[in-house]
């Protein structure tokens, strides 16, 4: 479900998923953090590229699989997918056509580069969900946009545009033509021609030290709350709702 190759200095990651719009799952989260991880340790990798197949960049969660299989500890694979993303220290360039949602958004927050189609929507449906959000999204997010804006994205959930998410400052471009792909590709290729040393120092200076920390911190608070909600009445009722195609009833749930 996860296809990958090394070429020309750049890891290609391909979520390969396309009938379930490249929706996770427990074994997707296992797969990618153990590609992720080998990646950064490879010295013939110099730049991390991850794309979706199909007319999806990610759904984010498959909610079958989730339902069947739901995070019970801070250790379960979709966090350790969050903290491995937070410590890569080569370039991580995104190409996102069609949705991003959920996880598949907010892995665009530890990407150093992210490139989207013109009709690239990306949507961060947790409250809506009965849950919280997640990946140090509560973190990274208003100190990008700040506070009123975050806070306006997370509790609604409601749909960003391409040009809006550029306009945010979570995307460097969008792309006109029917794929953001071969853009990334070229921008990934650029980046192997410079000196790869100063590359990941730049990295280092833009990401690590205490901003580091603290995205490792935050992704440890929001799991515990995550994991809290999700065996709560709301998220229950939410993700049963969805499964069953009806509007959520959340009347007398916490």
Known sequence: ?????????????????????????????????????????????????????????????DIADFMKSPITHEDAPPINLLKALAQLTKPLIAAVDGVAVGIGATLLFHCDLVYAQKDARFIFPFVSLGLVPEGAASLLLPRLVGHQRA??????????????????????????????????????????????????????LLKDGALKNAVLNQIEIEGKLFIDRLHGPAAKEALTSFLEKRAPNFEGLD
């Open 1 to 61: 479900m996860i296809h990958c190759q090394i070429e020309d200095g750049i890891l290609k990651i391909l979520l390969n998923r396309p009938e379930k719009k490249n929706a996770f799952t427990n074994a997707m989260y296992r797969e990618l953090t153990q590609i992720l991880s080998k990646g950064d340790q490879n010295s013939e990798v110099k730049v991390i590229l991850i794309s979706g197949a199909g007319n999806a960049f990610s759904a984010g969660n």
């Open 151 to 204: 806070s306006e994205i997370l509790l609604f959930g409601e749909p960003i545009s391409a040009d809006d998410a550029q306009t945010l400052g979570f995307v460097n471009k969008v792309i006109s033509e029917s794929s953001a792909l071969p853009y990334a590709e070229q921008r990934a290729k650029k980046l192997t021609t410079l000196s790869s040393g100063s590359v990941i120092r730049t990295k280092f």
